[in-house]
């Protein structure tokens, strides 16, 4: 049985730091919180693979060959496969998150942290003073900043990305691709909250999507299945 430590994240500049949710998981083992991840044959159907991914919430699905491990497959490569394999007549519309769970700058760390929990998410936007978005805090930001601290002052993302609802997956996927983010505020014209995309929205979509293409084929004159 293969199991993964997901109790924290990587950060800094070259991904090579575990900074633990919690400072208590400082004497924590990995032994302690390990969960069951999933895990697959390397020449697995990529379809079955993601669609297990979604389905049992995992952000990763750990590849083995031989019994050896050999790699794995994330949520960040479903945007890349999303960005290349998604049409760009397929728009957002309604298929993003909703409602999004929205704090103002003045809460505290610690306060996010319970709300992230309760909701069971990693992420949350920011509204400042004025109802405006002032930015989108993760796990991960939290993760680095002190819990006597406000969430204006939990790291961020020095710019705010963020996409119109009537732009396309394929175009909200490839945003996050290039600035490696989990998620974008999806935005109307006039800049007024109405979602939120995540990486698990793109992986469902395109989880759909192909799911679609194969039944399409399947039903195509002369098609015969392989046996």
């Not at 699905?61 to 490569?77: F, K, P, R, W, Y």
Request: charged share 25%.
């Amino acid at each position: 049985t293969v199991t993964l430590f997901r109790r924290g994240n990587l950060v800094g500049p070259d991904q090579d730091t575990w900074v633990p949710y919690d400072p208590d998981d400082q004497a924590l083992l990995a032994s302690d919180v390990m969960q069951p991840a999933e895990v697959v044959d390397a020449d697995s159907d990529l379809l079955r693979t993601l669609a297990a991914m979604l389905e049992n919430r995992l952000p990763v699905a750990i590849a083995v060959s031989e019994g050896g491990l050999c790699g794995i497959l994330t949520e960040h490569d479903a945007l890349s496969f999303a960005t290349n394999m998604l049409p760009p007549a397929l728009a957002l519309d309604e298929q993003f998150s909703e409602p999004v769970q929205t704090v103002e700058a003045h809460v505290s760390v610690a306060d996010v942290w319970t709300e992230m929990d309760g909701f069971g998410i990693r992420h949350v936007v920011v509204r400042g003073d004025d109802g405006g978005i002032e930015g989108v805090v993760s796990r991960r930001d939290l993760a680095l900043a002190p819990r006597a601290r406000t969430v204006l002052g939990a790291r961020r993302s020095e710019a705010t990305f963020t996409v119109h609802r009537n732009s396309s997956f394929a175009a909200a996927s490839a945003i996050m691709l290039e600035k490696h983010i989990g998620c974008l505020p999806v935005v109307t014209t006039y800049g007024d909250l109405v979602g939120i995309i995540t990486r698990r929205d793109v992986l469902r979509t395109l989880v759909f999507f192909l799911e679609g293409e194969v039944e399409r084929l399947r039903s195509a004159p002369g098609f015969e299945p392989q046996s």
